[in-house]
């Protein structure tokens, strides 16, 4: 996968990714506006229903006291008569039921409100909370007045709002309606509108709240509502019934939490699903990437051996080189160690296969790691002194025991050794430490070579991994000794470090346990 098709596919991801995203946003936006406007239309109807109970609870209310003056005067009373007698309700009520109405005609500046019908089909009782007997007594209370006048004119209907108004002004609200019996009527229509939520709630008068509210009530533009109450005869009114939702944010948010929560999930799925595809994608871009730069230094490990053996065998051919026996076995050497050069490097790539596949049988057994060590520099001196390089050893350590695969851990070494070599620029200088450290020994080889950036330490021990150096081939490798290095270290138990500086060498520090 090339640069432009890799970044293409990497953008068209993250759009749709994000398109997702800004879909569900919107979505659960639009759910919550969706929720608020559906729970202002619940709470205007609430509203409105119990302003409706209690304008004909007054109206409930005057009727009664009507019909008690009426009894108690013997004749249906004026406007004035039932303004001067609404502070003596008590008296009222109590005549009533010692004396009875005379028969006779009606006083011309009087009407009766016999036939009123004020039900309107709604509940108005106000002692009792359960919804069905309210309905009923209401619907008892309609059938009864609509039984004695069911054809009431207009005017009758406008004498009966003059009267009712009348009894308003003349009777303060406290009295008329309890908080308490608000509070219910209220309670009742918010959970038969399934609005379950605190609530404060008061009656307002020309702005002003009255003393018919509850301990908490205050305007909150967003969480407050009100409806007019106690219209009078001209549609107008002093009179506000609100209500506040403190916690109507949270209210509207459980409403919808379930299916937001799902989307939310899923989203999060999805963006898991496209970090790990886009992971995914990065890695296979490394791979293919490794895989060219393993295919260009294996091939060119292998082109130089191959014209070396090529070249030799030509020189053998030659009469007067076959005749010449040292010259023969000169050339014959060459190819016996660019052969070995060769297998070496394909033994390499066959010891990390079957790491991978896990058939390396690693056996261990108790050695002085120093002697080991010292098997090491024997592989790498003469390569050292070629150079003109200097090879020292520190060797602190007291103990030495521990448990390894001599052949293998020799190889750990010698590959570490061989790339400080190769990594130097002019004569190599390495210095080998080793110190304890608990129940440890610390091996450390340093180098003043070529020295790796950070971002290069994070990767040298991924297989076929080589620093990118364009199409130099100056230091020969293929990516695979210290994958190897790393393997081995790993199948003893023990850890690998590297300390480096650009320009200043490398520290490569193994941490093996001891046997006690």
């Not at 620093?467 to 003893?492: C, M, P, Q, S, W």
Request: glycine share 4%; proline share 2%.
């Amino acid at each position: 996968m090339n640069k432009t098709r890799f970044r293409l596919l990497v953008f068209f991801m993250s759009l749709s990714l994000i398109g997702i995203i800004l879909v569900q946003l919107y979505w659960v936006n639009s759910s919550i506006e969706n929720s608020e406007d559906q729970f202002k239309r619940h709470i205007q109807q609430v509203l409105g229903k119990v302003a409706v109970k209690l304008q004909q609870k007054d109206e409930y209310k005057f009727l009664e006291l009507y019909k008690a003056y009426e009894d108690s005067i013997g004749h249906s009373p004026s406007r004035e008569e039932m303004q001067a007698a609404y502070c003596n309700l008590i008296d009222i009520k109590a005549n009533s039921k010692t004396k009875q109405k005379p028969q006779s005609s009606k006083n011309k500046e009087t009407v009766s409100f016999d036939t009123v019908d004020i039900s309107n089909g709604n509940s108005v009782d106000h002692d009792v909370d359960d919804l069905t007997a309210i309905h009923k007594k209401d619907t008892i209370a309609q059938t009864k007045l609509e039984e004695e006048d069911g054809d009431m004119q207009v005017w009758q209907r406008y004498q009966f709002k003059l009267y009712v108004n009348d009894y308003r002004e003349s009777t303060p609200i406290t009295e008329r309606v309890s908080i308490n019996d608000l509070k219910r009527k209220i309670k009742v229509e918010l959970a038969q509108s399934g609005v379950d939520t605190p609530f404060e709630f008061g009656v307002y008068k020309n702005g002003e709240p009255t003393e018919l509210h509850s301990g908490k009530l205050e305007w909150k533009e967003g969480t407050s509502y009100q409806y007019p109450l106690y219209d009078d005869i001209d549609g107008k009114t002093q009179y506000r019934l609100v209500i506040s939702f403190p916690k109507k944010k949270t209210f509207i948010f459980s409403s919808i939490v379930g299916i937001t929560s799902l989307s939310l999930i899923f989203t999060l799925i999805i963006i898991i699903a496209y970090l790990s595809a886009i992971n995914q994608l990065i890695k296979q871009k490394q791979i293919s990437e490794i895989k060219t730069d393993f295919i260009n230094n294996m091939t060119h490990e292998f082109k130089t051996p191959i014209a070396t053996i090529n070249l030799a065998l030509d020189a053998i051919k030659n009469p007067k080189i076959l005749n010449d026996p040292d010259r023969v076995q000169n050339y014959l050497r060459m190819i016996r160690d660019e052969n070995k050069r060769m297998h070496s490097q394909v033994e390499n790539v066959l010891q990390i296969s079957k790491f991978d596949k896990k058939e390396l049988d690693i056996t261990k057994d108790q050695a002085d790691v120093q002697e080991i060590i010292e098997e090491a520099i024997e592989h790498v001196h003469l390569i050292v002194e070629a150079r003109d390089g200097r090879l020292t050893r520190h060797f602190n350590a007291k103990r030495t025991t521990v448990l390894l695969n001599d052949v293998h851990f020799t190889n750990v070494l010698v590959n570490i050794l061989d790339n400080a070599i190769k990594y130097s620029e002019g004569e190599p200088v390495i210095d080998i430490y080793t110190e304890n450290v608990k129940d440890f020994i610390l091996i450390k080889i340093t180098d003043k070579g070529l020295g790796m950036s950070k971002s290069v330490q994070k990767k040298i021990f991924q297989k076929f991994y080589r620093e990118h150096t364009g199409d130099i081939h100056n230091v020969k490798g293929h990516g695979l000794g210290l994958a190897y290095v790393k393997r081995v270290i790993d199948d003893h138990n023990c850890d690998i470090y590297v300390e480096s500086e650009k320009g200043k060498g490398s520290t490569f520090i193994i941490k093996m346990p001891l046997i006690n």
